[in-house]
Each structure stands twice: as C-alpha cells, then as structure tokens.
C-alpha cells in the first residue's frame, strides 16, 4: 500500500528505526512494520499523531510516491485513446512540477511531449471525422479538405507547406552539438530524403554508418542511387543491407517497403512475413499492418481480415489484451467482412 512505502520513506529520513517510531507512537515494533509492508493500516486515531512526529501533513502522507506517478501516466497514455481534461490536467500538472524540481529529469519532458502529442493525436482523429462531415456535405469546398488534410497530415500540394525545413535546421543544429548521436542523423536522413534532398544527405548517410555499420546506411544509399536512377544499384545495396543484419526483422521490414514500391509485390509480400516471423515476443505488428494494406489495396479483402486476425492474436497474446485496440482490430475486421460479402460490380 501506498502509505506504507511514505511511512518507511519519512522514517527513513528522519533516521530512526522501527522501534523508535513504534515508541513515540504508542504502538508494537510489529504494528510499524504491518504499516510499512502494507499488511496493514495505521487506525484512523492515529494518521495525526504519525504525521506531526515525522513533520507532515495528513494529505503527504497519501500522496503517490513520484515513481508511482510516473508510471500511472505513462500507462494511461498507452492504455486510453482519449484520456479525459481532468486526468489531462493532473498529469501535466504532476510533469511540470517535476520538471521544475529537477529540469534535467528527462523522463518528465519525454513524458510532457507525449502528454500533449496524445491529445492532438485525440484531436486530430475528431478533427478528421468533423473534416469529412464537411467533405461529404460540400466535396469541392477547400476548407474541408484542407482541414481533413491537416488532420491527417495529408500531402497538400504545396512545396511551401509540405516541407520539413524547420525540422532539418533543427536535427543540423543538433547533430552540430551532438556529431554521434544516431537517432539524430536518423531523423535528419529521413527528412532530408522526405523533401527529395538526396544529395544533401549522401555525407550524413556516410557518418551514420560510421556510428552503427549495420543495414540502414546501405538501405539509404539504396535510395539515392534510385533517386539518380541506378534502380539495379539501389536493389544491390538493398540485399547487401538485408545480407549485413539478417537477423533484424527491421532489415526485411526495410526491404519490403522499398521494393513494393517498385511492383515487386510478392517478394515484398515474403520479406514481410519473414519480418515478422523472425521477431520474439513481444512482436511488433509493422509488417503485418504493410501486409494487410497491400492486400486491402488489391482488393483481397479475405487475406487482409487474416492480417488483421493475427495482429489482434499479437495484441492479446503479447501485450495482455490492450481492450481499445482489440475493439478497433475487430472494428476493422467487420469493416472487410462487409466488403468482402458486399456483390462485385458489374
């Protein structure tokens, strides 16, 4: 119980032992120790006279220890899809102060960052459903489709607008106060080759493989030779990276998104599965979700509803049955079992 854990903490900084508190308070060495392990509660009588003897308020002793806290909010952001104002505002209240008691706790800014990109992922789902009501009353009026665009962070058709520029100066900026940094060139690369500017990330590739010399920086230079048109040196490189980490169902995974792009869709389909097959619980599900867009996209509604079977057997075998996903998994299957059994057209 919680208050046991606050009990044994406020002791222990105030250096006493079991027996000594047990005095003062006018209880059993054993009493102290049932609090403390949670086998039992302090009387009710007793929560002043144990809160004035360690210095504290009635209120402190019940408080969450921050560990707890911690874990609470990262748990409710990975279990519910829409976490209510209330419950927002105590955690972002919680993750504040603990960024002020310690700004160097980087567990609290991460935490404060996915905070606030889960409600706008809430957020932009809702925006996203109202922007298609409006598309569906008025198809050839901009404002909804720009809206809906936003919400799904859509393409737009405008190269002011859909750059990542701000983005590349900061990971530049970045990477020039941190040269090692992996995640850092790796985010740099992706959008860089995002706003087709290949050439420019030819020396961070090189550097990055100089970091980590496994298949991604063979899998990047895959991609500039296709971009200058060497589509055989692009595939070349593309098994060399998967030949350099056969083992890292990323590496597959990799190969797979590459290559499905160039019609190659039934070795893509087999890289995939492979991706897949290789991995230990817990499984990631990336290549099953690329699988069952493929097979939706073509129009084989049956193999996409097997995809999405066995990605809600992940979630319910590998990850305790998270009961939002599993809902929207089955959501899904419904969605194809009507397509599949809605006639062909003429």
Partial sequence: MELGKTIRALRAKKGVTQEQAAACLGVSCQAVSKWETGASLPDITLLPAIAAYFGATIDELFQTPAETRFEQIENMMEREGHIAPEAFGQAAAFLTQATVDDPKCVRAWTDLADLYNHRAQYDHYLAAEYARRALELAPEEKPGWVAYLEAMGGVYGDEWYDNHFEVIEYFKQFLAKNPDSFQGHYALIENLMADGRHEEAVPYIHRLRVIRDDYLALFYLGDVALYRGDR???????????????????????????????????????????SFAIQSPPRLTDPLFSLEQMHEQRGDFAAAIRDYERILDVNEHDYDGDVAESERLREAIDRLRKRLERPAAP
């Fill in 232 to 274: 055989d040196g692009a595939l070349r490189l593309w098994d060399a990276g998967v030949e350099k980490s056969p083992g890292a169902w990323q590496a597959w995974c990799s190969r797979a998104d590459r290559i499905k792009k160039l019609g190659m869709t039934e070795q893509a389909e087999a890289d995939y599965e492979k």
